[in-house]
Structure formats: C-alpha cells, structure tokens
C-alpha cells in the first residue's frame, strides 16, 4: 500500500504565495513521477505541474512563470511553490504519483486533496 499525505493548502488573498506539500509512504521501491493536479467546482481535473526523477519538469500554460514544483527524492515528497495566486486559482489541489512498488507493481496513486482558494 502506497499513500500520498497532502499539507499546505488554504485561504490567500490574490496576488499572496502558498507552498502545497505531498509526502508519499508505504510499499515504496521508486517514484517515477510526480505531479500536482486541480479540479475546481464543475470543471474536469486537470495537470498543473510534474516532475520526474531526474528533475525534468513540465507546467500547464496558465501557471508557468508563477508556479514551480520541485521534489525531495530522500524524503519521497513533492512540493509546488504558488505564487503570483489569482481567483482562477482556486480549486482542490490533488497529488500524483507514479510508484514501483516492493514488489516491483507499478500504480497509481493519489491523495486526498487539499483545497486552495484565492479570494479577497
């Protein structure tokens, strides 16, 4: 069993900064990737940002420049930096990850999710 524990979401004004944390835990053999998805209310959920083991990272459009996502590899948790918030930020932030367990199985697993608004 794998579980992803999110931390670091709240209420900012528009234009403040929030740091999302995820730590992954359990079964563990290796983290291919990991990523930071949000779904807000009746909209489908979609990809802010992700990263791979090397490092390599990509973003969606509307958060590139304001948004950065980083990993700790020893620690197995991924963070996303939002800075810059605007309204359209507003949504239930969730975390991904692409784990080979010890039994060597690939999953995917998520968390529960943490909910972000930017309001004033």
């Known amino acids: 069993q794998v579980q992803l524990v999110e931390s670091g979401g709240g209420l900012v004004q528009p234009g403040g900064s929030l740091r999302l944390s995820c730590a992954a835990s359990?079964?563990?053999?290796?983290?291919?990737?990991m990523g930071w998805y949000r779904q807000a209310p009746g909209k489908q959920r979609e990809l802010v940002a992700g990263?791979?083991?090397?490092?390599?990272?990509n973003y969606a459009d509307p958060v590139k420049g304001r948004f950065t996502i980083s990993r700790d590899n020893a620690k197995n948790t991924v963070y996303l930096q939002m800075n810059s918030l605007k309204p359209e930020d507003t949504a239930v932030y969730y975390c991904?990850?692409?784990?080979?367990?010890?039994?060597?199985?690939?999953?995917?697993?998520w968390g529960q999710g943490t909910q972000v608004t930017v309001s004033s």
């Open positions: 991904n990850a692409e784990v080979i367990s010890t039994w060597f199985l690939e999953g995917d697993y």
């Open positions: 359990g079964t563990i053999f290796k983290i291919n990737a």
């Open positions: 990263i791979r083991t090397g490092g390599s990272t």
